[in-house]
């Protein structure tokens, strides 16, 4: 599968493995939770190189099965080997729904999360193995992730691919202009931006608790937004970016999470947004414009006009990402917008 044969590159997982807020961040979490790992079995879904599992590892774990589907599992148990971990860490190659391992486990780790946090994402295959696998009052790494929408203007980026066209060796080349916009901003951007880019504070588009999301959530997440710019600028469109936290189990046992509160009245300022999402000085990997860049950037999705706003203008309407029915691995981007008497709809699948 064509999914998997792009893991068996060694690219990818150096740019992963450079991404030191990412690695860091686990690294990190993982020594947060030693007491939870120590003499503890563990599961790696998606191991990859066997980085994280190697981490488990030093963290004192008894056993952590290294589960990838891709070839790059060979590696990863080269890895091992060379670590002198081959009694500690099994390398499975398999898909996770597929692979056999005969004992529950006590703790779940996974870099699971995709740009715009759900594309490609492999969180089903975490649940899968949460609920093949982990013991009752197990521990699951990352615990909750939640994914952010906020307005924002660029008008750099706009005029490097759209108003470029005007004027080109003194060309009138405006006739471009349909086609550049088409071609620009048909798709969702992966891209980094600066908190100066993001008009206003952000809404929660998704929160999910790994301890209890089922599958059948993550089929389509929908939600409304609305926005009160907090200044006068052309509006571009909206930018998507996550956060991942690692709490142990107790954060939320049934559905009573309060994903608003830490967002509505509060500053973009990384600092303070962690201390008020995390009373228990969980460790969170944030993906935000204000934060630090990682591999993810953040994630675009361009009008193909800019709108004029004003400062304290509304702005609202509604987004839905669903899985794509002909590949489960591309998302449908259903943006609606509904304000200050202007009114579109656009359509987009990341693939
Ligand atoms: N844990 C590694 C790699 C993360 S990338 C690290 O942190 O560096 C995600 C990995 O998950 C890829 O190597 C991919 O092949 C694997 N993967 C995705 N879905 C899987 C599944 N259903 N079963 C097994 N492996 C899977």
């Given at each position: ?113 995709g740009y715009m946090l759900l594309y490609e994402s ?25 994914l952010y929408m906020a307005p924002i ?28 916009k088409q071609?620009a901003f048909e798709e969702p951007s992966v ?11 952000p809404h929660v588009v998704k929160?999910l ?7 059948h959530e993550l089929e389509s997440v929908t939600t409304r937004y609305k926005f ?7 509006l571009h469109g909206f930018a998507f970016w996550f ?55 953040q994630t675009l999705i361009y009008f193909y006009d800019?709108i ?7 702005i609202e309407g509604s987004v839905t990402l669903s899985q794509s029915k002909e590949n489960a691995r591309f998302m449908n981007i259903h943006l609606e917008y509904a304000s200050?008497?202007r009114s579109f709809v656009k359509e987009l699948v990341m693939r």
């Amino acid at each position: 599968m064509a999914y998997f044969h792009s893991y068996a590159h060694v690219g990818i997982h150096e740019e992963m493995i450079k991404d030191r807020v990412r690695t860091e961040t686990y690294r990190a979490a993982i020594m947060q939770h030693q007491s939870s790992i120590t003499g503890k079995v563990v599961v790696d879904v998606g191991c990859g190189t066997g980085i994280l599992s190697i981490f488990c590892a030093q963290a004192g774990a008894k056993r952590v099965y290294a589960v990838d589907a891709s070839e790059i599992a060979v590696q990863a148990n080269e890895v091992v080997k060379a670590n002198n971990l081959s009694d500690t860490v099994i390398v499975l190659h398999g898909r996770v729904e597929d692979v056999q391992i005969d004992e529950e486990v006590d703790v779940i780790i996974s870099e699971w999360m995709g740009y715009m946090l759900l594309y490609e994402s492999m969180l089903g295959s975490v649940i899968t193995a949460r609920d093949r696998w982990l013991k009752p009052g197990g521990l699951i790494l990352p615990s909750n992730a939640t994914l952010y929408m906020a307005p924002i203007t660029h008008s750099d980026r706009y005029s490097e691919s759209i108003d470029f066209w005007r004027n080109v060796y003194g060309i009138d080349m405006s006739a471009m202009l349909p086609l550049a916009k088409q071609c620009a901003f048909e798709e969702p951007s992966v891209e980094t931006i600066t908190g100066e880019n993001v008009l206003t504070w952000p809404h929660v588009v998704k929160h999910l608790d790994c301890y209890t999301i089922s599958i059948h959530e993550l089929e389509s997440v929908t939600t409304r937004y609305k926005f009160k710019s907090m200044m006068r600028a052309p509006l571009h469109g909206f930018a998507f970016w996550f956060d991942v936290e690692f709490s142990g189990p107790a954060v939320s046992p049934t559905n009573n999470h309060t994903p608003s509160s830490h967002v509505d009245d509060n500053p973009l300022d990384g600092s303070q947004r962690k201390k008020r999402a995390n009373p228990n000085e969980a460790l969170v990997l944030s993906t935000a414009p204000e934060d630090p860049p990682t591999h993810w950037q953040q994630t675009l999705i361009y009008f193909y006009d800019p709108i004029e706003v004003e400062q304290d203008q509304l702005i609202e309407g509604s987004v839905t990402l669903s899985q794509s029915k002909e590949n489960a691995r591309f998302m449908n981007i259903h943006l609606e917008y509904a304000s200050g008497g202007r009114s579109f709809v656009k359509e987009l699948v990341m693939r």
